[in-house]
């Protein structure tokens, strides 16, 4: 059974870069097949889809977000990360990390973790 | 607002049947394949239908899945109040090369 943690600070200052990671259990990143994700969620409002990586480094990113994403994966440690650069309160949210077949079809997710962007 | 348009709140009584719809373009849902996610209070979002009308392991056959030309539909039969929960439309975007989804519609057994 795949399992996703993601972990990194809850709490952000305005200006600087939110950092999480998604450590993956149960299945190899490496072995292919599947896209790896980051998906986040505004408070009481909808999902929104960040970007997803491939486990030999292509990358997929929101248009909107995507002069302040970068998505990378590091398949010695199983590991995939999000960092999201100048973030203002507007990227208060709960961030998900997921395994994707592609296309958006998300079928394992993390928990979530909510970062709030404050000073 | 979203790429993909989805109805905000839909309600049913227990035991009824009620669907969800998700309009998108053919940059989207024209020519690819739409997936379906529910997402309980205070849970991650659990995926119900991909490639259109597919479940995975574990989901029962009262949720379904159907797409015609831009639009896709999802139907849940034998309505139980454990279903009221949000539930998301998602798919790719050619034109965004980018997931998108749709804003999310409340469904309230009554």
């Known amino acids: 059974q795949v399992q996703l943690q993601e972990s990194g600070p809850g709490l952000v200052k305005p200006s600087q870069t939110l950092s999480l990671t998604c450590t993956v259990s149960?299945?190899?990143?490496?072995?292919?097949?599947?896209?790896w994700s980051w998906i986040r969620q505004h408070p009481g409002k909808g999902l929104e889809w960040i970007g997803y990586?491939?486990?030999?480094?292509?990358?997929y990113y929101n248009p909107s977000l995507k002069s302040r994403v970068t998505i990378s994966v590091d398949t010695s440690k199983n590991q995939f990360s999000l960092k999201l650069s100048s973030v203002t309160a507007a990227d208060t949210a709960v961030y998900y990390c997921?395994?994707?077949?592609?296309?958006?079809?998300?079928?394992?997710w993390g928990q979530g973790t909510l970062v709030t962007v404050s000073s | 607002q979203s790429v993909l348009t989805q109805p905000p709140s839909v309600s049913a009584a227990p035991g009824q049947k009620v669907t969800i719809s998700c309009s998108g373009s053919?940059?989207?849902?024209?020519?690819?394949?739409v997936s379906w996610y529910q997402q309980l209070p205070g849970t991650a979002p659990k995926l119900l239908i991909y490639?259109?009308?597919k479940r995975p392991s574990g989901i029962p056959d009262r949720f379904s899945g159907s797409k015609s030309g831009t639009s896709a539909t999802l139907g849940i039969t034998g309505l139980q109040t454990g279903d009221e929960a949000d539930y998301y439309c998602?798919?790719?975007?050619?034109?965004?090369?980018?997931?998108?989804f749709g804003g999310g519609t409340k469904l309230t057994v009554l």
């Open positions: 997921a395994r994707d077949n592609g296309g958006a079809a998300a079928d394992y």
């Open positions: 149960g299945g190899s990143i490496s072995s292919g097949g599947y896209y």
């Open positions: 990586i491939y486990y030999s480094g292509s990358t």
């Open positions: 053919s940059s989207n849902i024209g020519n690819n394949y």
């Open positions: 490639d259109n009308n």
């Open positions: 998602g798919t790719w975007d050619a034109s965004l090369s980018a997931g998108v």
